[in-house]
């Protein structure tokens, strides 16, 4: 073998590279003689008597077993062999040189380079029986010429597919692995020497980052034959770890696999181990949260070669990675995917309104629905760059296929929203436009009583106008229970929906009510991630806080699915599984950026603000709760008030909010919104809360 064997690609390189320059100089007879220089040297002259001294050694064993027939035959001639192997020797070799087989790099080969030496083979005996119908003595059977083509077929492409895995897998690190490197050397006369040292160097020198993996399963398996073929990977698998017994002690791919109860910290720096990594696709919540635990301990980075965390969380279209493990895995809980064919058949083709619509949930929804094959997507947001942002993306997604606008308005300008409406007839309105900063809301109650409130009956008063199919309203666990402005102006909002659901016109509407969304603008998320990046400290208000989390694709698809099987006045939640406390959340953060808790990065205390309480409700208390057929979504049975008592709430609202004093809008929410409650009342009996209970146990 020549560079099919030998490294010779690097001269190819420097050919091609000769003739660019020559064509950038303009010379043309240059270019001409640095390609018919180019030519001779491609051809892999050493491969070439390879594969003519395994043609000579087959042909010989397949004279001497003719030989038996020239006893029984004596009308067949030693001569009209010869004569019938030369032929086919020539037109074997003549067909691989025509068809370029000897200038292929057969250690990168894959299947078209097999594929090409088959054809080239096939023609040549092809040309042979075309040629024998003008050959006057035709001794020799077909037969036996096909065999010796076949059989000399079989062996170089043996030899060539040999060559390319004893490349692909030397290992220095195993005897193995030497045992190859010798081979390569003895049969490529030692000109891959360089080319193998180069390699060597590149991972011994500590150029790629040696890591173990835990799981020899197919997935595991499939990540180190991954990194072992391409070379410009950063990673070089060192060790596997698994638990069957069958596999423990023995080599896959030349890499040793060890038991779980064998690591230790002697073993990890014996095999020089940097990073592990996760090849487990299957594990579940728990187990995930154990074996992270478990490596941890050895102060090295935890990775895992899954799909990316897409906020489509659709894993068919994607291709595994080495990733890091995302935030959303710092809550060990699986993401619900609670949308199906029903819900995207019913927003197939219809015009949609989304208020807020360039923010993260508004955005996610507009995402969903762009993929469902919504007719017409309409984005009303206040702030112009994020509507934007999610309008430009659809664009390059999605083309001319997309029917897409963007109003930039607000939700309190009722003559703007009747504008809107009027000129697109929206089939269904999602209602996310809202100021949700805890709090920034405590300090601005009339902005934030005018936005919310009043935004949100803007909303609704031009979709009962305009006959608006469904509208559904985004709301929040804050409001169960509220001991702050923003929670109390989003009760007064489900108040709204709900009371104008249950008034008999044409619009459907609904609420839907889920917790806090990771990623979302304002979320404690990006802040710990500054903080941390920042040296530290990780502030929290307390460390004694619980929360629900939930992704922004949960958060959207629960929207878009529970707005689809409304049927008028309903208040659907979510099973968001176990409240999480923030102090988990934030010492698996720091963890996961390589530091240690408490050591390189402190988590310090700066006490409740102002209208926050220890924990959230994901329901009011009741007994009305009703299953729908999602079993991550139920209906709460909401009792609403009169349409008389609803206006009577919104006028001493709309007087307060007129007059403009902070404290008397807050004090005409509370009386208004009669859960409303204050938060040192709350906070003082956490001792009894289940959901405190449960994130305790949890840890």
């Not at 006369?189 to 040696?210: H, Q």
């Not at 309903?570 to 406390?581: I, T």
């Not at 934030?586 to 924990?615: C, H, Q």
Request: charge should be neutral; glycine fraction near 8%; charged fraction near 25%.
């Amino acid at each position: 073998m020549t560079d099919s064997a030998n490294g010779a690609n690097d001269a190819n390189g420097a050919n091609s590279g000769t003739v660019k320059n020559a064509k950038e100089e303009g010379s043309t007879s240059s270019a001409k003689s640095v390609r018919k220089a180019s030519a001779k040297t491609s051809i892999r002259w050493q491969l070439v008597i390879y594969d003519l001294i395994l043609f000579l050694v087959l042909a010989t064993a397949w004279t001497l077993f003719l030989l038996r027939k020239f006893v029984a035959e004596p009308r067949t001639s030693f001569s009209h062999v010869l004569i019938s192997l030369g032929i086919t020797a020539v037109l074997i070799f003549g067909s691989r040189l025509i068809a370029r087989v000897y200038r292929q790099i057969w250690r990168y080969g894959g299947v078209q380079s097999y594929l090409r030496l088959c054809i080239a083979d096939g023609i040549a005996f092809i040309v042979y029986v075309i040629g024998r119908l003008f050959i006057p003595h035709r001794e020799v059977a077909i037969m036996w010429t096909l065999s010796l083509v076949s059989v000399d077929l079989l062996f170089a492409l043996f030899m060539r597919m040999s060559y390319r895995f004893v490349y692909k897998n030397y290992n220095f690190s195993s005897k193995l692995g030497r045992f190859y490197v010798a081979l390569l050397r003895i049969f490529t006369l030692s000109k891959i020497s360089k080319e193998i040292d180069r390699d060597r160097a590149s991972v011994e020198v500590s150029r790629k980052i040696k890591i173990m993996i835990v799981g020899a399963g197919d997935t595991g398996v499939g990540l180190a034959s991954e990194l072992q073929n391409g070379g410009e990977s950063p990673y070089y698998p060192a060790l596997f770890v698994d638990i069957s017994a069958e596999k423990i002690g023995r080599e896959i791919a030349g890499i040793r696999v060890i038991g779980d109860d064998e690591v230790t910290p002697e073993k990890l720096e014996a095999y020089g181990i940097q990073e592990i990594v996760f090849a487990l696709p299957h594990l579940g919540d728990e187990g995930f949260t154990e074996l992270y635990n478990k490596y941890y301990e050895y102060g090295m980075k935890i990775k895992s070669y899954d799909y990316p965390m897409m906020q489509d969380s659709e894993k068919g279209n994607g291709k595994r990675v080495v990733r890091d493990i995302d935030v959303e895995e710092l809550l060990f809980r699986r993401q619900s995917l609670v949308a199906d064919g029903s819900t995207a058949s019913y927003y197939k083709g219809k015009t949609v309104l989304i208020t807020g619509g360039g923010g993260s949930i508004g955005s996610e929804l507009c995402r969903r629905l762009a993929a469902m094959g919504a007719g017409h997507i309409i984005i009303l947001d206040i702030y112009e760059n994020g509507a934007y942002d999610i309008q430009q993306e659809l664009k390059m997604q999605y083309g001319s296929a997309l029917e897409l606008s963007v109003e930039i308005t607000s939700v309190c300008c009722a003559d703007d929203l009747d504008r809107v409406f009027a000129k697109y007839r929206p089939d269904v309105v999602l209602h996310a436009a809202a100021h949700k900063h805890v709090p920034l809301m405590e300090n601005n109650c009339v902005e934030a009583v005018r936005n919310n409130v009043f935004g949100t009956l803007n909303t609704v008063l031009a979709s009962e106008k305009y006959n608006v199919e469904r509208f559904i309203m985004i709301s929040t666990d804050k409001a169960v229970n509220p001991t702050n402005v923003m929670g109390a102006t989003k009760r007064m909002c489900e108040r709204i929906v709900l009371t104008h659901g249950r008034m008999g016109g044409s619009t459907k509407f609904s609420a839907t009510r889920f917790g806090n969304v990771l990623g979302s603008n304002g979320s404690v998320i990006p802040l710990f991630r500054r903080q941390i990046a920042g040296g530290g400290p990780v502030t929290i208000t307390d460390k004694r806080i619980v929360r629900y989390f939930m992704t922004i694709p949960e958060a959207a698809q629960l929207v878009l699915c529970s707005g689809a099987t409304a049927n008028n006045g309903e208040l659907f939640v979510l099973d968001m599984g176990r409240p999480v406390k923030i102090l988990d959340l934030a010492v698996n953060m720091i963890k996961l950026s390589g530091y240690v808790p408490g050591r390189d990065i402190e988590i310090v205390e700066t006490g409740l603000r102002p209208g926050e309480k220890l924990y959230e409700e994901l329901l009011i208390k009741n007994e009305n709760l009703l299953k729908t057929d999602n079993e991550k979504i139920f209906i709460e049975q909401d009792t609403p008030i009169s349409p008389e008592e609803l206006d009577a709430r919104l006028d001493a609202l709309r007087k307060a909010v007129d007059e403009g004093s902070e404290d008397n809008v807050r004090a005409v929410l509370k009386s208004v919104v009669e859960t409303f409650r204050d938060p040192d009342e709350v906070n003082s009996c956490i001792d009894s809360v289940a959901e405190i209970d449960a994130a305790n146990k949890a840890d």
